[in-house]
């Protein structure tokens, strides 16, 4: 089972092109200023089994959609939940483009199986006295946009170049 507070069918604003956004319940963070608090709550939300969460998602994917982002909360705290629901969504769109935010660091979450299903890894806490409305797809400057598959190749974070 999987834990989720809300599913938007398209969103430019979380990750490039259109994309279907999932919101997942649950982070342990409590960053200040917060962009969702009411999804901090670990027994908040709606629990649902993987394979009907990625059938809903699956539903929302039309002709035009890029991929799927998942954000929160924390998507990492449920990291084996969140990957048998891509890969169930990898049998039937293998070619989806997926993003995954999180608070942890790509050091710290580099291990996870789930790791090896996704393109991109928005990273680390959001941090107040950083944050800058002008930076794509991120909320401060601490965090990152890194290209998971070249950063597993490397063993380091290698962030992409997003104008
Ligand atoms: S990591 Fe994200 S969801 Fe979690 S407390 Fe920080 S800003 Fe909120």
Known sequence: MIRYADIVDSSVVDGLGIRVVAFLQGCSFRCEGCHNPQL??????IKIPEN?????????ITPVHKGITFTGGDPLIQADELNTVIKIIREQKPDLDIW?????????VKHLPVMRQIEVLVDGRFIL????????FRGSANQKIIDVVQSLKAG?????QIA
């Open 40 to 45: 901090q709550s670990l027994s908040g939300g």
């Open 52 to 60: 009907e969460f990625a059938e809903k998602l699956l539903n929302l």
């Open 100 to 108: 995954v935010y999180t608070g942890f660091e790509f050091d710290e």
């Open 129 to 136: 006295g950083q944050k800058d409305l002008n930076l794509p």
């Open 156 to 160: 380091k974070p290698v962030v992409m």
